[in-house]
């Protein structure tokens, strides 16, 4: 790695929590001219590092969701029906699509949930990774800036409504696979995220290892087929916070404290969590009762977990 690409490295770290290595590959992989694909489930801190990397070297990040209403006209872009009547067809009328609008500024195109796009569509993108340019009917052929990358991800634990991608389009992505970071990194990026100033520390230091740990909890469980990702923690702590300060009870050292700051907990569960887990197809159950299942694991069968720190 070049004297500068590492001192890039080393700015752009500082904006991240516990994926070091994660990032060092993907800007080893764009620094060397290459497009890749990044494997792993949502919340695990992959559009954080391509904001890291992009507002480093001062280009855009231009984001595309994968869908059945991606076409290739939405992807590249389109003429401008009022001013063909006018005008007929012409360079000027075109209006760039995500794909255009990033290989003109040299940013990086995002294209989330990358399996779930129609095959033409990532045909379209093939021709712009293998040649840097793209041939646009009546309107010319665009170059892209030597900073344009195309960077895919998805998710490998989503099956539902998913194509499976052609050996042409594996052929021209590298392929970086991103899983959950650890407890201790998890509990970084939520105090990073949700600081509370007004709680006491050891309370707030409780919380956000509680939050941790539950939300972890689902990602384990038999019944779950997709737990949480750290989204949920951040949401749950935020949550609490304004729970514990709506009733003096749920303040440490008062009669009762210890079972409100439970119930606060729980309650707090559902809100943040109960939309983010996905249930195994043959569980006949809720997310709110696997959500208690998971809530007296924690504080009532293994109550040494839920002790402060």
């Given at each position: ?24 590959l ?29 507002e ?51 940013g990086?195109?995002?294209?989330e ?30 170059t ?10 998805m ?14 389009v ?5 392929r ?18 949700v ?12 919380l956000v290892?509680?939050?941790?740990a ?96």
């Amino acid at each position: 790695m070049s004297a500068s690409l590492a001192t890039a490295l080393d700015r752009v770290k500082d904006k991240i929590v516990g994926r070091e290595r994660e990032l060092t590959l993907v800007l080893a992989a764009v620094a060397a001219g290459r497009d890749i694909l990044l494997e792993g489930p949502p919340g695990t801190s992959k559009s954080t590092i391509l904001r890291a990397i992009t507002e480093e070297w001062g280009i855009p990040l231009v984001f595309v969701e994968g869908n059945a209403d991606l076409t290739p006209a939405r992807l590249v872009g389109h003429h401008n029906p009022a001013r063909v009547l006018k005008e007929d067809y012409s360079a000027a009328n075109f209006v760039d699509g995500p794909l255009l609008e990033a290989m003109r500024a040299g940013g990086f195109l995002y294209i989330e949930e990358f399996n779930r796009a129609p095959e033409d569509t990532l045909n379209t993108l093939l021709t712009a990774m293998a040649e840097r340019r793209i041939a646009v009917p009546r309107a010319g052929t665009v170059t892209a800036e030597p900073t344009f990358r195309v960077i895919a991800s998805m998710n490998p634990y989503d099956n539902i409504g998913t194509t499976r991608l052609s050996t042409s389009v594996h052929d021209r992505l590298n392929r970086l696979a991103i899983s959950y970071q650890d407890a201790d990194a998890e509990r970084g990026i939520v105090k990073l995220r949700v600081p509370l100033p007004g709680t006491d520390p050891a309370v707030y230091d409780r919380l956000v290892s509680d939050a941790v740990a539950v939300t972890r909890a689902t990602r384990s469980h038999e019944d779950i087929r997709q737990g949480s990702s750290v989204r949920g923690a951040i949401d749950l702590t935020a949550v609490a916070g304004q729970l514990l300060t709506l009733d003096t009870k749920r303040v440490f050292g008062t009669p009762d404290a210890e079972d409100a700051y439970r119930d606060v907990v729980y309650d707090a569960m559902i809100v943040a969590l109960s939309g983010r887990i996905h249930l195994d197809e043959t569980v006949e159950t809720t997310p709110e009762q696997i959500l208690r299942l998971i809530w007296e694991d924690h504080f009532i069968l293994n109550p040494a977990a839920a002790g402060p720190g």
